[in-house]
């Protein structure tokens, strides 16, 4: 199992780009299957985007062609880079690692997308 960490989050103007961070602790990285998704205050935590172990992707229609996530096994590092933010894409950002039972999540970064 893994203990994850997330950072980069902060104050973005629109139109501006983040990358985030999740580095991972513990064993097996490489064969979980890696998430990320984000919550805003009231409503439900929503998928954002996610990495296989094989890097195969996918992401939310509101998020395709701005984000992009990535992974890198030899640092046990999930990354979310984030172009062309958007005050709707305001929210806090958790990345979660699943790998047969076990089911891991991050504390959380916030992103604010104002000018």
């Known amino acids: 199992q893994v203990q994850l960490v997330e950072s980069g989050g902060g104050l973005v103007q629109p139109g501006g780009s983040l990358r985030l961070s999740c580095a991972a602790s513990?064993?097996?990285?490489?064969?979980?299957?890696l998430y990320w998704y984000r919550q805003v205050p009231g409503k439900q935590r929503e998928l954002v985007a996610v990495?296989?172990?094989?890097?195969?992707?996918n992401y939310a229609d509101s998020v395709k062609g701005r984000f992009t996530i990535s992974r890198d096994n030899a640092k046990n590092t999930l990354y979310l880079q984030m172009n062309s933010l958007k005050p709707e894409d305001t929210a806090v950002y958790y990345c979660?690692?699943?790998?047969?039972?076990?089911?891991?999540w991050g504390q959380g970064t916030q992103v604010t997308v104002s000018s």
């Open positions: 979660n690692a699943r790998f047969g039972i076990w089911n891991t």
């Open positions: 513990g064993s097996s990285f490489s064969l979980h299957v």
């Open positions: 990495i296989t172990s094989g890097g195969n992707t």
